[in-house]
């Protein structure tokens, strides 16, 4: 944006004080002599807003917290697992492996079992199925919605415990003595600022 000399603005000094209505020449001469930069602040303003300030600095700065702020920012998936009736010691160990591992790196993890046939009959043994599966997954995740029927189909939401996800993608360690047990429970189942001086030398 283009500011004629003689355009009469609105300053406001490095710590926020206001300096008052100054014309354009006076408020850029008055940043360079304090060895600052004349940023325009509100350009749609009548006077126009600019203000006296360190803008490399200001910009590093702002820059430094976008990153942080980015660093923060945790993207959540749901990873989905799927269990059958009649699952083996072998695959309910995978499965629940998997299922830690995601629930460690901060993820949510969908579990579902799917009856077909005759099974739709005992569905008991789904929810106990899903019960044990949430058993062995506690170290790392809490059930945040319990198994529910959904058509054929029962589903099991668990959630990651908060503790675990600072430890970021590491994998579950295994107990053997605690897996042992469980197997064996398994088988039972912003626009940037226009400046308008830059600091001199």
Known sequence: MHIPGSKILRVVGPDGEQLGLIPYATALNTAYDRGLDLVLIAQKADPPVCRIMD?????????????????????IEIKEVQLSCHIDIGD?????????????????????VRFRGRQLAHTDIGRDLLN???????????????PKMEGR??????APIKAT???????PKSDPATDAARDKGAANAAKAPAVHGQKRE
């Open 92 to 112: 309910f160990n995978t499965k629940g492996n998997h299922a830690r591992r995601f629930l460690s790196e901060g993820n949510k993890v969908k579990v579902s």
């Open 132 to 146: 044990r599966f949430a058993e062995y997954c506690a170290e790392f995740g809490t059930v945040e919605r319990p």
């Open 55 to 75: 803008y490399g600095r200001f910009k590093f700065e702002r820059d430094k917290k976008e990153k942080e702020a980015k660093k923060k920012q945790q993207v």
């Open 165 to 171: 996800q600072a430890k970021g993608s590491t994998k």
């Open 153 to 158: 189909t029962m589903i099991m939401f668990l």
